[in-house]
Structure formats: structure tokens, C-alpha cells
């Protein structure tokens, strides 16, 4: 069965601080990958989307980009980030096809202080 | 461009009473459309779908959702609530005749289950 792993599940950084949250998913090849953005616990942003390797699609000029340098592996970085930056990560995959159902990760809480 | 609306930020239902939360959609297409929940710090978790067919959707944990193409709608129901449905829904459209792989997700709906 596939799973998919997000980690690390709690961060805390400091302003113009490097970031790099890695997501991997087993059991599948080829998934599309995704990553969003959760505030106030509410609704979602995506972020990135990537239907293969170093084929990634941003939606939202920001502070973050996107990296996938395996087939199963979707990083998520910024360079220096900013105070907006704190939120709820959510990495997601499908299979990209039929009606690409959307499974995602645990999710990474990230406070930049 | 695809949007999907869930106008209630919060519904309370008495335990053992049916629920409803309500989801409307906008797609200039056929509509996929789904449902999940997140439990407090976790991720999303899927629900149910609907693709074609019967109106009237089963999913997970009891939880079904009626398709209402003139209404544009998507609500999603169950007979008898539990305490333990409480959490956080999301409504999420996807239209597949644009070629857009992407979901796009409502705000949200808080479902607060009084016991």
C-alpha cells in the first residue's frame, strides 16, 4: 500500500533562516505531488504542484520553492524566511489519473519567530 | 476558473442527530468533487468522491454527500452524529476537462458534535 512521509512534524525557526521540509511517498511511481499551505487551521494553499521529476508548477509568487529531485521525493525550501512564513505544511501525492484522489501527509507546523 | 464555497465556518449538532454540511461549487465543466476531514494538527483525510453516476455518494465513517448538478451543491451528511465527527471538513472541486491535475479546496467547515 503507499504511504507518504513528512517530516519534520514541528519547527521552529528564526527569521532569514534556511528551511527544508521533506516529503517521500512509498509504494507508488510517478505520483503527482503537492505541497500547501494551511493557516489559522483553516483553508488551503497550494503552493506547488509536480507531475514528474523537475516538472513543478508554482501557484503563488512567495518566499518558498520547490524541489523534486527524486521521483518519490518533494522538498519544500526557502532561502530566508519571514515571519508569514509560520503555518501548517501539508504534503500530498495522487496518482494522476482517474479522479486523481489526493492523499496527504501528517504535516509539518512551522513558527518562525 | 474552478472555485468551491462552504458557507457555514462552523455547524453544531447535538450527538445522534443528522448533520449537514453544505458545499457549492463553480466549474464551467463536469465537476469532480470531494470531501475530507482533518482531525486537530493532522492531515487531510479523504472522505468520498464523486466522479459519475448515482447522485448520492457513500464514503467513510458513514459519511455520504448528494450531487446536485442544478443546485451546484455537494453537501455531506450522516444520519446520527458522533461526538468523534468532530473536526474540520473540506469541500474540493476538481475539473477535469482543463487538464488541471490540482484540487481546489473551500475554506473549510468546523462540525462541533455536543454530546
Known amino acids: 500500500s503507499q504511504t507518504i512521509h513528512q517530516w519534520p512534524a514541528t519547527l521552529v525557526q528564526p527569521v532569514g533562516s534556511p528551511l527544508s521540509l521533506e516529503c517521500t511517498v512509498e509504494g507508488t511511481s510517478n505520483p503527482n505531488l503537492y505541497w500547501y499551505r494551511q493557516a489559522a487551521g483553516r483553508g488551503l494553499q497550494l503552493l506547488f504542484y509536480s507531475i514528474g521529476i523537475d516538472q513543478i508548477s508554482s501557484e503563488v509568487p512567495q518566499n518558498l520553492s520547490a524541489s523534486r529531485p527524486q521521483d518519490r521525493q518533494f522538498i519544500l525550501s526557502s532561502k530566508k524566511l519571514l515571519l508569514s512564513d509560520s503555518g501548517f505544511y501539508l504534503c500530498?501525492?495522487?496518482?494522476?489519473?482517474?479522479?486523481?484522489?489526493?492523499?496527504f501527509g501528517a504535516g509539518t507546523r512551522l513558527s518562525v519567530l | 476558473a474552478q472555485s468551491v464555497a462552504q458557507p457555514e465556518d462552523q455547524v453544531n449538532v447535538a450527538e445522534g442527530n443528522p448533520l449537514t454540511v453544505k458545499c457549492t461549487y463553480s466549474?464551467?465543466?463536469?465537476?469532480?468533487l470531494f470531501w475530507y476531514v482533518q482531525y486537530p494538527n493532522r492531515g487531510l483525510q479523504f472522505l468520498l468522491k464523486y466522479i459519475t453516476g448515482d447522485n448520492l455518494v457513500k464514503g467513510s465513517y458513514g459519511f455520504e454527500a448528494e450531487f446536485n448538478k442544478s443546485q451546484t451543491s455537494f453537501h455531506l451528511k450522516k444520519p446520527s452524529a458522533l461526538v468523534s465527527d468532530s473536526a474540520l471538513y473540506f469541500c474540493a472541486v476538481r475539473e477535469p476537462d482543463t487538464g488541471r491535475r490540482a484540487l481546489t479546496f473551500g475554506s473549510g467547515t468546523r462540525l462541533q458534535v455536543q454530546p
Open positions: 500530498a501525492w495522487s496518482n494522476g489519473q482517474g479522479p486523481n484522489i489526493q492523499y
Open positions: 466549474v464551467s465543466g463536469n465537476p469532480y
